[in-house]
């Protein structure tokens, strides 16, 4: 089988072409960070109307790199939500009129789908691949979640955030700092320099029950701390050092939260192995390292995509729409893009949570 993915859910347009081998035959990703970069954030009409450019050449480029034609195509799969529906909807327009023209099915995602199943794709540290059910921790800009993935479309959640997401921290707390746009790769850059200790940051939930995240608090801080300095510019003393000791307390956080969530996936799934990261937050080191210390200990098989394919890219969305394909779940040409799609529907709701949960 090969698939063609199209991803435009927030500010990257990107398309790949994958086979049910496993194989990347292309990965094309087309970043907006120069358009966004003077707004410090994501500007939904801007992110809108660059995918609505880039589109047409991201995806030929994709398929000239693959070296197949949309003949030899099994199916075309775009992300369907969650995302900003200015450019959901340029990405699932496109790939219906594609599927219109060429007769194939058409397999409508969900983003958030793509990030839990990469791993099936890419596989463990050994390349062996990660079978169902594992742990996953999802932990992007907009989402912060512990779920069982026990098949393509069966989740379960365990946790999810109560307020802010852990990305969302990340990023303004490097705005606070004044670190630039994307903040969350700027803050582990200056926490490598830091003293994790010099300054006590919150530790939210940290030893409560249950599985529930919370962010916005230690963000909160990060600004009273700030705020606390001596006048005149933040110091890059002070920056390196409220980077590490953020991260610290993000990291204690998400042990806490992923040990209670182990308990539960194990007593639910004696037999299950893998705890999985994913999510353009597992593309933090740090964060990565601790969660493997984490699976050591609790003698689990830590899994991760390669950084690449941690923030947002089309190979996550192809495999996802090949898992589906597989499983003769498509969908017709009447899809609606969604802006909300949660994993598990059937979860209650999460007090505070939003739409978030």
């Known amino acids: 089988m090969i698939v063609l993915g199209i991803e435009t859910s927030c500010d990257e347009t990107?398309?790949?072409?994958?086979?049910?081998?496993?194989?990347?035959?292309?990965?094309?990703v087309l970043s907006q960070l120069d358009e966004h970069r003077p707004y410090g954030g994501v500007v939904p009409e801007i992110a809108a109307r660059a995918h609505l450019d880039a589109i047409d050449h991201i995806i030929a480029r994709a398929m000239a790199t693959a070296n197949v034609t949309y003949p030899e195509l099994d199916a075309i799969a775009a992300t369907g939500g969650p995302g900003l529906i200015g450019g959901v909807l340029v990405g699932v327009m496109t790939a219906k009129a594609i599927a219109a023209v060429h007769q194939k099915p058409f397999i409508g995602v969900n983003h958030l789908e793509g990030h839990a199943l990469t791993v099936r794709l890419t596989g463990d540290a050994d390349n062996n691949e990660v079978e169902f059910p594992y742990l996953l921790l999802l932990v992007s800009g907009g989402h912060c979640q512990l779920l069982i993935v026990e098949a393509a479309g069966a989740y379960r959640r365990l946790g999810t955030t109560i307020d802010d997401a852990l990305g969302e921290a990340f990023d303004k707390s490097a705005k606070m700092l004044g670190l630039g746009y994307p903040g969350g790769p700027a803050l582990e850059k200056w926490a490598m320099d830091g003293?994790?200790?010099?300054?006590?940051?919150p530790r939210p939930l940290k030893g409560r029950a249950g599985c529930d995240f919370s962010f916005s608090g230690l963000k909160t801080k990060v600004r009273q701390t700030i705020e606390n300095l001596p006048a005149g510019p933040v110091t890059d003393r002070d920056k390196a050092d409220i980077c590490a000791a953020f991260q610290n307390a993000a990291g204690d956080v998400l042990i806490d939260r992923c040990n209670n969530a182990i308990d539960l996936f194990l007593a639910a799934h004696p037999a299950g192995r893998h705890l999985v990261v994913a999510g353009g937050v597992a593309a933090n080191q740090s964060i990565r390292s601790r969660l493997a210390a984490l699976c050591k200990a609790r003698k689990l098989s830590f899994a991760a995509p390669p950084l690449d394919l941690c923030t947002d890219n089309a190979a996550m969305i192809a495999w996802a729409g090949l898992e589906r394909l597989k499983a003769g779940d498509v969908d017709d040409l009447s899809f609606r893009p969604r802006p909300r799609w949660p994993l598990d529907p059937d979860a209650a709701p999460a007090i505070g949570g939003g739409v978030k949960a």
Do not use: K
């Open 195 to 201: 003293d994790p200790i010099r300054f006590d940051l």
């Open 14 to 28: 990107a398309a790949a072409v994958v086979t049910g081998q496993r194989q990347i035959l292309s990965n094309e």
